[in-house]
């Protein structure tokens, strides 16, 4: 008879909607399919490193169960933003060992799971990693959970905002999250109409965007106007607008105010030009049905690679399915960026918006 495994589960770096559900699938599958033990490690190496985790069984989260977790943003579990680290690397993998673990699950995004892969290979943990990330930036899945979430929330605040812009005659200017990615800018522009959407990867002109918002005026009498604009997207010359946090850390910001002032500066007639940065109200909320459905489908698929004794893997959502490879095949390849002769590109070009200048 197979012995009864105790496997461990841990969410790293920035949070998103989806993650609980992850968990729940884990939870799920490990106790009724096959009777294992997992344990819930706290704030990712952070929970390692003082050898801190709890048992998770169906029953035992809340008076409701697990399946509440189906619709929780966060993580129950607590999560750490760029303090993962391979500083305390002994530590991390003594406190590992001292859980006495069969295998771990890590869902994270490229950074988190590149630290955890290395404290896997150095300490001989038998590692499975899922991705999660807003950014939608790693490579090989066409998903990571707390995307469709964050288009979603975008997408919720356009709407609203596009019926003050038109009440009032402004250039409402949106600002939002993916770092060097413009996924979500560009996924949620379309869905949500823009007339502008400036992204990382495409180089732009204030001259042709103004332009841009000048046509809607004399050729349309529109007088009001959504930009969206990816947090990445550097100015005119090649800036990076950033801000520091109260830790220190250097954050990506501002770039719409500088956007926004551009347009009221260039534009012929005055004009009112507001500035939404939607910040981390994209990584909040109850995860989308694809989101709930992804991650349940990774919970599982993760869950069943650690039966096959298949480590070293991230399972990938790939045409519907999920498909898992080497983790390596992901973290060394660049982040998945939009590619600027895409067809939702082509499709944004095609319905008159302004997406920055055409590729050579
Ligand atoms: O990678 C996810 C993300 O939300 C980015 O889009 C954003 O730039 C960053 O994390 C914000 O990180 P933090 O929560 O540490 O400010």
Redesign the pocket.
């Known amino acids: 008879m197979a012995t009864r495994k105790r496997i461990g589960i841990l969410t790293s770096?920035?949070?998103?909607p989806g993650l609980n559900c992850v968990i729940r699938a884990v939870v799920n599958h490990a106790t009724l399919t096959h009777n294992w033990e997992v344990l819930g490690i706290p704030y990712a190496t952070e929970g390692l490193l003082e050898g801190k985790a709890s048992v998770l069984n169906l029953h035992g989260l809340d008076l409701h169960g697990i399946d509440l977790l189906l619709s929780m943003g966060g993580t129950i579990l607590g999560s750490i933003?760029?303090g993962d680290t391979l500083e305390h690397a002994d530590e991390i993998i003594a406190g590992y060992k001292a859980l006495g673990l069969d295998a771990l699950i890590a869902i994270g995004?490229d950074?988190s799971l590149t630290i955890l892969r290395d404290l896997a290979r150095r300490g001989n943990w038998n590692l499975i990693g899922i991705p999660k990330?807003?950014?939608n930036?790693l490579a090989i899945t066409e998903r990571a959970i707390?995307f469709d979430t964050?288009v979603n929330t975008v997408i919720e605040a356009l709407n609203r905002l596009t019926y003050t812009a038109a009440s009032h005659d402004r250039v409402m200017v949106v600002e939002?999250?993916?770092?060097e990615?413009g996924h979500?800018a560009l996924n949620a522009g379309i869905a949500g109409g823009a007339d502008v959407i400036l992204i990382p990867e495409i180089p732009y002109a204030i001259a042709n965007l103004c332009n841009k918002i000048n046509e809607l005026r004399d050729r349309w009498g529109r007088r009001f106007a959504i930009i969206v604009v990816a947090?990445?997207v550097k100015t005119e010359t090649g800036t990076t607008s950033v801000y520091t946090?109260s830790l220190g850390?250097v954050?990506?910001?501002g770039i719409g105010q500088y956007i926004a002032e551009q347009v009221a500066h260039w534009s012929p007639n005055k004009i009112d030009a507001k500035v939404t940065v939607l910040?981390?109200v994209?990584?909040g909320g109850m995860p989308s049905a694809i989101d709930r459905i992804i991650a349940t489908a990774f919970g599982k698929a993760a869950v069943d690679l650690v039966d096959q004794e298949q480590y070293d893997q991230m399972v990938t959502w790939q045409r519907s399915q999920v498909v898992s490879v080497p983790l390596e095949d992901v973290l060394l390849r660049s982040p998945c960026l939009v590619s600027p002769n895409s067809y939702l590109v082509q499709t944004a070009r095609a319905l008159g918006t302004y997406i920055g200048e055409f590729p050579d």
């Open positions: 770096g920035g949070d998103c933003n760029k995004g950074g990330t807003i950014d930036d707390g964050a939002v999250m993916g770092r990615a979500l947090e990445g946090d850390q954050c990506l910001r910040g981390h994209q990584r």
